[in-house]
């Protein structure tokens, strides 16, 4: 490569490890890792892109769920209708700390909203939304709110042998209509919470049921494991809910959102992974001052 | 690529429509297919190695199981011990068939001898498995029968930008053994039946459900999508188990077994499929006839 590596890094002691690690990991050596071994896994919501003032895949869901209540007002006093029309966070943030409750309400809207959708319905829907919708504050789709640095490591990462993996809580369906285009990495390295498809008369259907465990929390080494077969040499994330994928890893990013000029400024929903970085010497980036450029 | 090509495969019009297939597919015009969805599948016992007298999978699950009943012989009373001391080859069978009963049986077969370990562990156990048992008949370790010109094929494939994927009924964990050194893939194209896993105490363990669907018959496509988000442009097999797989691709192939002298000739369990192939116009693949060398 002649173009200088991770060239929206600041150079520091963040954008140091990165380099240390694949340089030690590449190299002939005790840190040595097999190009088969070579995975690295990262959170999308508040890892790629923008999570604030919600994760965008709510943006899509809540459009769909404001039509349906237009087209039946009497949804609007049952769940999860009624949590989106009272703007009830708490309600939503349940579902980041695996509130089995909100979990199943939620799990029970996605089955009504697109249970029985084929793949190709799904995708149109999801692209129209990437095509029509603007973040709420900063005014631009969606798809150019995803961090450039990241982009910039998963450049790295590939030309040091490693095949890179986006791992996310959020809909494995809804991330794949990305994945090639915004990513630059196959559907196939994308992992996310996702409904059973069946498969009957050449065609997929979405069934009403989850498969397998929601990709949070201990949920997401689960996933990476069934998809690749291997847990993560690097990971990266930003919330309480990657700590067991950043622990299975053998080096671990974490995102900080402390940068409110240019993003946002927030530890809601970080405060453990925060400590648990300084206690497991996971390295810390922070988008204020290792991010010479954010988008 | 100065070598020939499909080297293994005879002149005649199996190779030449696959060459065909290859060439319409990755040219501009009507058929071009383009990079991101250039997936092929190939099912693994009877396409990719000698399912004869037996899955190899079953010679490993079988050779735990006696050691079980030897260690308990109380166990040859009750199922699945029971089928395999009675060499019950129709109970068996059922599995194909996805015989409910007979799936539920032996799944708590599974459960009851590998619920609770490890990948490591179960590793160590294939490793072990393919390193020390040979062939009943043909006297060499099972992973000295996978057929050349199928691997031929994964090499021309790759060079065509596609990515091979191997699906099949057989257990993930089990055939994601032999991805790397057999047939140079990783192990997260490998697609297969398999347990889920739960991520607890920083470690992964088997459990004794089921995640999603057996990899059989509709499954097959169920699984294709669940790991890449598509179905195949090209497709493989040799069994009934095997055509919902094919007839989601644009392209399918069925290996014939037809070569009593070089590998076994049988038609049981691919009656359905190979009518198929007449109807619906796939490439049926004579290991007689189209393949100068099998293994």
Same mark, same amino acid.
């Given at each position: ?72 007002? =009497?949804? !609007? @006093? ?8 009272? /703007?009830? &966070?708490?309600?939503?943030?349940? +579902? ?96 996310? =919470?996702? !409904? @059973? ?8 259907? /979405?069934? &009403?049921?989850?498969?397998?465990? +929601? ?81």
């Amino acid at each position: 490569m002649t173009e200088k590596v991770l060239a929206s890094w600041k150079e520091g002691s963040a954008r140091q490890a990165i380099l240390d690690f694949l340089q030690a990991t590449t190299t002939p050596g005790a840190a040595f890792v097999d190009v088969a071994d070579r995975i690295a896994t990262f959170d999308n919501d508040g890892t790629l892109w923008v999570e604030q003032p919600l994760p965008p895949q709510f943006d899509f869901v809540f459009r769909r769920w404001e039509e349906e209540v237009k087209a039946d007002p =009497s949804l !609007a @006093a049952q769940q999860p209708y009624k949590a989106l029309i009272d /703007r009830d &966070r708490e309600f939503f943030e349940g +579902l980041a700390a695996q509130d089995p409750q909100v979990v199943a309400t939620l799990l029970e809207g996605f089955a009504r909203s697109w249970a029985g959708t084929t793949p190709e319905e799904f995708d149109a829907q999801v692209r129209e939304w990437t095509r029509t919708v603007k973040h709420p504050t900063l005014g631009v789709p969606y798809v150019e709110l995803v961090y450039r640095p990241m982009l910039e490591l998963f450049d790295l990462l590939h030309a040091s042998g490693f095949r890179v993996f986006v791992c996310s809580g959020g809909g494995r369906d809804f991330m794949r209509v990305l994945a090639e285009e915004t990513w630059g990495i196959h559907k196939e390295n994308v992992i996310g =919470s996702a !409904a @059973a498809y069946t498969y009957a008369d050449g065609k997929l259907v /979405r069934s &009403r049921t989850l498969l397998g465990s +929601l990709d949070l929390g201990s949920g997401k080494p689960e996933h990476i494991f069934a998809q690749t077969g291997r847990l993560p040499v690097l990971a990266g994330g930003n919330a309480d809910v990657d700590i067991e994928m950043l622990q299975s890893a053998r080096f671990a990013l974490l995102v900080q959102h402390d940068d409110e000029e240019r993003e946002f400024s927030y530890t809601k929903g970080a405060e453990a992974s925060l400590t648990k970085a300084e206690a497991l010497g996971w390295t810390v980036v922070s988008m204020k001052n290792d991010w010479a450029t954010v988008f």
